[in-house]
């Protein structure tokens, strides 16, 4: 059904209703008025009628003919038309016509009302006239009472007719004119009623649009006191409505920011297996956009079965489940603890999971190192305290009665135990190192670095003395660096060590510091030891500097080594915000960097 606007339903219905209250008020009037005038023709005639009536009767009983020209003149006189008229309808005398030549009258209804001693009354076209009379007959009695004839008078209703019309035309013109006026007042009050609701539809637009801030101005809605109490009701609708959306915007943000910022990988899935929701951890661990995935299926963007499986296992069972997951994102091989639960809706009806995954690869990780770690440790520490252990019961078994023996086994036990002191020193040190480190409580000066390379050479001096092995320090005496002097003598010290005891003998062993300028960044301070060593299998490099790793387990236990130096040095250069790194060469040397803030 076609709408309409409120004005055009209420205009038209108030106007057709004013019309129609004019119209009946029209016909009414008219139809009082006429029966007025015709009330005073009436009233008229009945009073000539009855003012003539004696001199009539006189003349009809003492001298009948003059009666004819009486009448004659007496309704030329008075525009009258009188007529006598004897009880069996013979006209007697009559004011405009021969009485000879007119018909007779006993069958007019007037004729008759009067013979009936009434006054009669009629309203007919008059053939002799040639037009509509109004009749008023009264009975003619003697004075002895006999009724012996009937008066009757008459008037034409043109006059009348005409005066009603004028009236009827004035009344017409007035009519028209008020009903015009009372449709442009009508008009102005639908309008005074319809354009405060068009603001307050204005105001519900703008409320539907979002908009919520004084969406129907008050002063625009006029003097009806309902409508403006509506329009302020539907203000503080905006209002209260303003502040839930912003109430719920700023939990939907909270909620945004919390799923955005968790650690955890989470993805909403639907019951047809389409991501809903993924947060950005997920999305970075899959290499995925947030935005690209939403409503892709799950198989189209993650190609893992395991996961696969889980999801479909609790869709059909509508159970929790959790299960670790490997997963293979490019060349790294990820461990997943999953933890799927299902999503229902206010029913408990299951519209899908939801999908949260923990990272347990740094864990793995670190469970192997330190299963490695408690295995090294344990070999290592084993190795010495085996020894030392053997050649104790073997000096209380009777060696001790043979000196030479008793010597030998005694200088066994004492490098084992300084083997066993070292290693224990080893790991005391990384272990503060790391402390440290974690506790940020490494204390920076500001030192000459050749001060610190020459104090780690000196150290070194003996060991290389005995190989006949040249160190040669190549460093500006101008150069200063923020560092802990001890630690990075300590990293050099270790990094000396290993060159000079994998080195052959009659060789260099160079250690070198420089700036390495940086655009837009700090510079950068880089110490490196290079020799002309055995060199390191490039395989190897990767694990160098893990915690009792060696590329020659033999060679490493005979030189004395603990595997920790390297760990060491790692670790003190994390300490400083730094990094270290390795080049080498099999059967040509290695080099080994430090790379550290200046």
């Known amino acids: 059904m076609k709408q309409k606007r409120l004005l055009w339903l209420f205009f038209p219905a108030n106007l057709l209703i004013i019309l129609g209250a004019l119209l009946l008020l029209a016909w009414y009037g008219s139809a009082t008025v006429r029966d007025l005038f015709f009330a005073q023709v009436h009233s008229g005639l009945e009073a000539r009628a009855h003012l003539i009536e004696g001199q009539v009767s006189a003349l009809f009983q003492e001298a009948p003919e003059k009666l004819q020209e009486y009448c004659r003149q007496l309704g030329r006189q008075s525009a009258t038309r009188i007529t006598v008229i004897a009880p069996d309808g013979k006209v007697l005398a009559d004011s405009n016509e021969d009485p000879a030549k007119m018909d007779n009258h006993a069958v007019r209804p007037e004729l008759r009302s009067a013979l009936a001693g009434r006054i009669g009354v009629a309203q007919r076209f008059s053939r002799t006239m040639g037009e509509t009379m109004y009749y008023v007959a009264v009975p003619l009695v003697t004075a002895g009472g006999d009724q012996r004839a009937v008066l009757r008078l008459a008037v034409s209703t043109n006059s009348v007719e005409r005066a009603l019309r004028s009236l009827h035309l004035r009344i017409s013109f007035a009519g028209i004119i008020l009903a015009v006026l009372i449709a442009l007042a009508s008009l102005l009050i639908s309008r005074k009623i319809s354009k405060p609701l068009e603001v307050m539809k204005r105001g519900a637009e703008r409320l539907a649009r979002g908009e919520t801030d004084n969406i129907v101005p008050v002063d625009d809605l006029g003097q009806v006191s309902e409508i403006a109490a509506l329009g302020r009701a539907l203000n503080r609708v ?300 490039r395989d190897q490099l990767e694990r160098l500097f893990e915690r009792f790793y060696r590329t020659d387990k033999a060679r490493s236990s005979a030189n004395g080594g603990t595997g920790l130096g390297l760990s060491i040095v790692k670790h003190i250069a994390i300490a400083h915000k730094g990094s270290v790194s390795v080049q080498s060469e099999t059967g040509q040397g290695s080099t080994f960097s430090l790379v550290l803030p200046q």
């Open 238 to 537: 905006g209002k209260q409505i303003k502040e839930r959306l912003n109430t719920i915007t700023l939990q939907r943000n909270e909620l945004e920011t919390v799923f955005a910022s968790m650690a955890e990988m989470v993805l909403a899935i639907d019951g047809d297996k389409r991501i809903i929701r993924i947060n950005r951890s997920a999305a970075a661990l899959f290499y995925l956009s947030p935005e690209d995935v939403q409503g892709k299926m799950l198989h189209g963007v993650i190609r893992n079965k395991d996961l696969h499986e889980i999801v479909d296992k609790v869709l059909t069972s509508g159970n929790p489940m959790e299960q670790d997951v490997i997963l293979f994102v490019g060349a790294e091989k990820l461990y997943l603890q999953t933890r799927a639960v299902p999503l229902a809706d206010d029913q408990g009806n299951p519209i899908g999971v939801l999908v949260v995954l923990n990272d347990l690869t740094r864990l793995h990780k670190l469970e192997n190192l330190r299963r490695d770690f408690v295995a090294n440790v344990s070999h290592e520490l084993k190795t010495p305290v085996t020894s030392i252990q053997g050649y104790v019961e073997t000096l209380l078994e009777g060696a001790m009665d043979d000196p030479v023996d008793a010597r030998r086994f005694l200088e066994i036990v004492a490098r084992q135990s300084a083997r066993l002191a070292a290693i224990i020193d080893d790991l005391l040190t990384l272990s503060r190192i790391e402390l440290k480190t974690e506790h940020r409580d490494i204390a920076l000066t500001n030192v000459k670095v050749l001060d610190v390379l020459t104090s780690a050479v000196q150290t070194c001096q003996t060991k290389a003395d005995e190989k006949g092995i040249r160190v040669d320090v190549v460093c500006e005496s101008e150069l200063n660096a923020h560092l802990n002097p001890n630690l990075i003598e300590q990293a050099v010290i270790n990094l000396l060590t290993n060159a000079i005891t994998y080195s052959p003998e009659k060789t260099t062993v160079t250690v070198k510091a420089s700036v390495q300028p940086k655009a837009g960044a700090e510079n950068r301070l880089l110490i490196s030891v290079e020799d002309h060593g055995i060199g390191i299998e």
